[in-house]
């Protein structure tokens, strides 16, 4: 049962424009999101989050949106930069829950040059 | 701190084998988490644990899995008897006390069964 669904598997942009990637989740209980960065041979690592207090969150070039009616959050990276081509996981949790966190299956950003 | 550390990085065995995978979590930390990376199905949480008690390991795919944390610094995943498709990245990762807190992962072990 994927509770957290990345429909694109992959997405290529130019460097210097934005990039947008996509999760959506399906558990109302969830209230917490996370996007973690994966570059190859290595684990993945954190990105940035948001709690469901909030619709937006930015870091820099990273923004995360959350539509919480939709059940659905966004990652906005502007201007991409060949230097983020990764995988990137949408991740989230439940807050009072047991800590535990449920992954998307990843999206693949090239950023080309 | 060195971070999650797992071992070992690659193992290829055949068939039939057992295979055990190994973590030592982030000093401090006290939830661990095990993790199975594949191409159709992402990152597949297997089983966590906290303060070394085992909350939920309905991850675990099938009996030939098991997964032991018998003190707060390390973990074993085991696979017995290992098949073609357990070939996987395996990833460990541990956060710290408090719901909903990052977790940082270990670099994985890349299994290859065949």
């Known amino acids: 049962d994927q509770q957290v669904k990345q429909n694109s598997p992959s997405l290529s942009v130019q460097e210097g424009r934005i990039s947008i990637l996509n999760c959506d989740y399906t558990n109302s209980m969830f209230d917490y999101f996370l996007w973690y960065k994966k570059y190859p041979a290595e684990g993945p690592t954190f990105l940035i989050s948001i709690s469901s207090i909030k619709d937006k969150n930015e870091d820099g070039r990273f923004t995360v949106f959350l539509n919480k009616s939709a059940k659905h959050l966004s990652l906005h990276i502007v201007p991409s930069q060949p230097g983020d081509s990764a995988v990137y996981f949408c991740a989230a949790s439940a807050v009072g829950g047991n800590n535990d966190m449920r992954f998307g299956a990843g999206t693949r950003l090239t950023v080309k040059p | 701190d060195a971070g999650v550390i797992q071992s070992p990085r690659h193992e290829v065995t055949e068939m039939g084998q057992e295979v055990t995978l190994r973590c030592k979590p982030i000093?401090?930390?006290?939830?661990l988490f095990w993790y199975r990376q594949t191409m159709m199905r992402g990152l597949e949480l297997l089983i966590y644990f906290n303060n070394n008690v085992p909350i939920d390991d309905s991850g675990m795919p099938e009996d030939r899995f098991s997964a032991k944390m018998p003190n707060a610094s390390f973990s074993t995943l085991k696979i017995q008897p290992s098949e073609p498709r357990d070939s996987a990245v395996y990833f460990c990762?541990?956060?710290?006390?408090?719901?909903?807190?990052?977790?940082?992962f270990g670099p994985g072990t890349r299994l290859t069964v065949t």
């Open positions: 000093s401090g930390h006290n939830s």
């Open positions: 990762a541990s956060s710290s006390p408090g719901t909903g807190t990052e977790q940082y």
